[in-house]
């Protein structure tokens, strides 16, 4: 499947893209092309765009997200860049995107299937199944209630079973429980 090539025209419409974070330097000298009804505004360049913006995650018809230079939170004005080349179609119904949690920090992340390297293997679901399998994995690496009735002896390495096992396979979470009982 060829990526779309995106462009100041049709960048806002159905996309997926991972910005990142840059210091408001690095656009001093540049010109506002474009300013949103939200109050966002739009720098174009020949290899990205600069978005000045408070907001992030879910815009319009878009997941938009942001890597942060630091902690970041949402209602602060923020600029983010992305190249053309990141962004890639988006609906709601087909299955674009596969979850990454990294184990040491325990972040829990979503990709565009098109960003895959190296053909690994992942599983792949669509915006509204990807955000219900982050929230259940979040609470799997927080909370402690979800294992009350779960035969384990060590809750780390059960965590660490549950997580790898909705991240690589279809089961739910459920089914994924029951083997525990």
Known sequence: MANK?????????????????VLFS???????????????????TAEGLY???NHWGRVAN?????IPLADF???NTIV????????YSND?????????????????????????????KVILRNAK???KTIQIIKKILTETDWSKYLKYEDLDILRKEIVNELVNSEKSFLEIKKQYL
């Open 5 to 21: 090539t995106y462009n100041k025209l049709n960048f806002h419409s159905y996309t997926f893209c991972i910005w990142k974070e």
């Open 26 to 44: 690095e656009i001093s000298d540049l010109k506002i092309n474009y300013k949103s009804q939200s109050g966002s505004q739009y720098i174009f």
């Open 51 to 53: 978005r000045i913006s």
């Open 62 to 66: 878009c997941h938009w997200r942001l």
């Open 73 to 75: 939170k949402n209602q």
């Open 80 to 87: 983010g860049f992305a190249n053309w080349t990141d962004f």
């Open 92 to 120: 709601d119904t087909s299955k674009l995107f596969f979850i990454k949690v990294n184990d040491q920090t325990n972040e829990v992340s979503f990709y565009h299937k098109l960003s895959l390297q190296n053909q690994e």
């Open 129 to 131: 199944e990807t955000a």
